[in-house]
């Protein structure tokens, strides 16, 4: 007998409630979720619409725990992120070097932002995570493009992190709630985490109104002069993930480049890396998008494509990477 479970929902209803997590189970017909992955402009200033470019190991932190990854480029118009957000899953941001106050890149992040906000809020439930300068986009974009961050010293930093939170808030959290407490030991009490970044959010600016009411931050971490920053966040009522370290880096950027020499490496590292990977993409199978499995549509994903090997070059900061032209 079929039984058939109708749910009204009240439009009154807040985002918490909407993304209430018995309201969403994995769809087990489609165990193999679509990522988006956004481009970055090939020069720091973000002008440019083309060529476009990310790190092969955003693919492979993807890949690792099962998902497939679709390059979603800069510079197209909102329609273009629309269709492609209603066939995947979720959507990364990467790390890079982009002027997120006065960039193309930035313009085509609040659109697949504000969209992502408009599907959770119909209880379309599609998770967003930000690495690194994804991170710092979340921030900017929440405090309505004010720069919230300072400059900072944290480049080549392999750390620990504080969790600003008790063990029982802790595990109140969707990104630790089912984490193994190896996981969060390791995360307090060994340099598993590797940070390249010059901007920081300061302990105390997460204080700020809008950061506040949107975001919990969860932990912190020190750069080398003894500034306190944030360093993982997650949304109070969508699926939105930031971390301003790099997990990507540990088991996927081996050491070639003398400026990554404190890259942590170790099976610590590479755990809590895979932790990280895992989550996300167990998230991303909450969402009841499926990707069309036709001959067009699959010669868009990222198979399609050839990473050169940019860390023959010593001076690479990737060993590998995929460029868009």
Same mark, same amino acid.
């Given at each position: 007998?079929?039984?058939?479970?109708?749910?009204? #929902?009240?439009?009154?209803?807040?985002?918490?409630?909407?993304?209430?997590?018995?309201?969403?189970?994995?769809?087990?017909?489609?165990?193999?979720?679509?990522?988006?992955?956004?481009?970055?402009?090939?020069?720091?200033?973000?002008?440019?619409?083309?060529?476009?470019?990310?790190? +092969?190991?955003?693919?492979?932190? #993807?890949?690792?725990?099962?998902?497939?990854?679709?390059?979603?480029?800069?510079?197209?118009?909102?329609?273009?992120?629309?269709?492609?957000?209603?066939?995947?899953?979720?959507?990364?941001?990467?790390?890079?070097?982009?002027?997120?106050?006065?960039?193309?890149?930035?313009?085509?992040?609040? %659109?697949?932002?504000?969209?992502?906000?408009?599907?959770?809020?119909?209880?379309?439930?599609?998770?967003?995570?930000?690495?690194?300068?994804?991170?710092?986009?979340?921030?900017?974009?929440?405090?309505?493009?004010?720069?919230?961050?300072?400059?900072?010293?944290?480049?080549?930093?392999?750390?620990?992190?504080?969790?600003?939170? =008790?063990?029982?808030?802790?595990?109140?959290?969707?990104?630790?709630?089912?984490?193994?407490?190896?996981? %969060?030991?390791?995360?307090?009490?060994?340099?598993?985490?590797?940070?390249?970044? =010059?901007?920081?959010?300061p302990v105390g600016y997460m204080y700020l109104p809008k950061l506040q009411a949107f975001f919990t931050a969860m932990?912190?971490?020190?750069?080398?002069?003894?500034?306190?920053? #944030?360093?993982?966040?997650?949304?109070?009522?969508?699926?939105?993930?930031?971390?301003?370290?790099?997990p990507e880096k540990p088991p996927y950027e081996p050491v070639i480049n003398p400026r990554y020499t404190n890259t942590?490496?170790?099976?610590?590292?590479?755990?809590?890396?895979?932790?990280?990977?895992?989550?996300? %993409?167990?998230?991303?199978?909450?969402?009841?998008? #499926?990707?069309?499995?036709?001959?067009?549509?699959?010669?868009?994903?990222?198979?399609?494509?050839?990473?050169?090997?940019?860390?023959?070059? +010593?001076?690479?900061?990737?060993?590998?990477?995929?460029?868009?032209?």
């Amino acid at each position: 007998m079929l039984l058939i479970l109708i749910t009204l #929902i009240s439009v009154y209803f807040t985002p918490s409630q909407l993304l209430e997590e018995s309201t969403f189970k994995v769809n087990s017909n489609y165990n193999r979720p679509v990522i988006g992955i956004l481009t970055l402009p090939d020069d720091d200033t973000g002008n440019r619409t083309s060529p476009s470019n990310f790190p +092969a190991s955003y693919v492979k932190f #993807i890949e690792s725990a099962g998902a497939r990854v679709l390059p979603v480029f800069i510079g197209r118009d909102e329609d273009y992120y629309k269709s492609i957000m209603n066939i995947t899953n979720g959507m990364l941001f990467t790390g890079g070097s982009t002027n997120l106050r006065d960039s193309i890149y930035t313009s085509t992040a609040s %659109i697949i932002w504000s969209y992502a906000l408009q599907l959770n809020q119909a209880g379309d439930y599609y998770p967003l995570w930000g690495t690194c300068q994804g991170f710092e986009l979340f921030l900017y974009l929440v405090s309505d493009q004010q720069w919230p961050l300072v400059s900072c010293s944290a480049i080549n930093l392999a750390g620990k992190v504080t969790f600003l939170l =008790d063990d029982k808030q802790l595990k109140e959290t969707k990104l630790f709630k089912n984490a193994p407490n190896s996981i %969060i030991k390791a995360l307090a009490n060994d340099p598993v985490t590797f940070n390249w970044h =010059d901007w920081c959010l300061p302990v105390g600016y997460m204080y700020l109104p809008k950061l506040q009411a949107f975001f919990t931050a969860m932990s912190k971490s020190v750069d080398y002069k003894g500034l306190e920053f #944030i360093s993982m966040i997650e949304a109070k009522d969508f699926p939105f993930y930031g971390v301003q370290f790099h997990p990507e880096k540990p088991p996927y950027e081996p050491v070639i480049n003398p400026r990554y020499t404190n890259t942590p490496q170790t099976l610590e590292a590479i755990l809590v890396s895979q932790y990280f990977s895992n989550f996300f %993409i167990s998230e991303t199978r909450k969402s009841h998008h #499926i990707y069309p499995e036709t001959e067009y549509y699959r010669s868009q994903l990222i198979y399609n494509y050839c990473p050169q090997y940019t860390g023959i070059n +010593a001076s690479a900061s990737n060993v590998e990477t995929y460029y868009f032209y």
